[in-house]
Structure formats: C-alpha cells, structure tokens
C-alpha cells in the first residue's frame, strides 16, 4: 500500500514538474504548457524503458493539471472520490473524472483554448485506455475497492 501511495505520488510530481519545467524554461504560452501536459501523459503511457508498456496515465494528468488548471481540478476529484466511494470502482471514477475534465476546465478557468483541447485530448487518451475496464464494467467483471 505504501509502495502505491509513493508511485502515485512521484507520478502525480512528474506531470507538475513537467509542465513547470516548460513554463520555467521553455515557453510559457498556453500552446506549449498544454503539449508539456500531453507530452508526459502519452510518456505515462508509452515508457520508452519499459517497451512502451504503462499505465493509464491518470496521475500524470492530474499532476499536469495541478499546474495548468488547479481549481477545475479539484471539482473533477470531488467527483472522482464520490464515485469511488458511492460505486467502489476507481476506474470507474477515472473515466467520469476524465469525461468531466474539459468541461469543468472551461467553465470554471475559462483557460486558453489550448488548455481546454489538451484537457479534451487527455480526457479522451485516459477513457481509451481505460477500454479493458470499460468492457469489464459492462459485463460486471470489473473489480472493486
């Protein structure tokens, strides 16, 4: 549990430290800080060091968008953890929270365009690979909390 709790922890670290390094040392206009964002979901989930093999890339973008969009964040983990807590399903709640992203981005922030297109992009990269689940959810297979 502690191992899980540092993994997503360090990965969350990795999509801030991504973006802040683009906006630190790089540009930073929104058209850059949104591909930094991108950038280091797609990294998440294609690793060059472990045969492009990874994850679903939720915590990346969380931790992106702590940096690009912190308040609209928050809305969209109020409602990741109450569906967590009312179905007992995280990658149910990962999907909701990815659905909701861009709109809750734009109509909270009201951001550049391209940080909105990078929260609907990342959004719909995190439901894609969430595609196994999807079908599991369905079918009633999906395991729970």
């Given at each position: 549990?502690?191992?899980?709790?540092?993994?997503?922890?360090?990965?969350?670290?990795?999509?801030?430290?991504?973006?802040?390094?683009?906006?630190?040392?790089?540009?930073?206009?929104?058209?850059?800080?949104?591909?930094?964002?991108?950038?280091?979901?797609?990294?998440?989930?294609?690793?060059?060091?472990?045969?492009?093999?990874?994850?679903?890339?939720?915590?990346s973008f969380v931790g992106a968008f702590l940096y690009l969009a912190p308040v609209p964040l928050l809305a969209i983990t109020v409602?990741?953890?109450?569906?967590v807590w009312k179905t007992r399903y995280v990658s149910l709640g990962s999907i909701v929270g990815a659905a909701l992203a861009p709109v809750a981005v734009w109509m909270i922030d009201h951001p550049s365009d391209w940080i909105v297109a990078a929260a609907l992009v990342g959004g719909l990269f995190i439901i894609w690979r969430h595609r196994g689940n999807i079908v599991r959810l369905r079918a009633g297979t999906e395991n729970k909390l």
């Open positions: 549990k502690l191992v899980g709790i540092g993994t997503l922890v360090l990965d969350i670290g990795k999509g801030w430290v991504a973006v802040w390094l683009m906006a630190q040392y790089g540009s930073a206009e929104p058209m850059w800080l949104a591909l930094a964002g991108l950038t280091v979901i797609l990294g998440h989930a294609f690793p060059v060091f472990l045969k492009f093999q990874g994850g679903k890339a939720v915590a409602v990741f953890v109450a569906t």
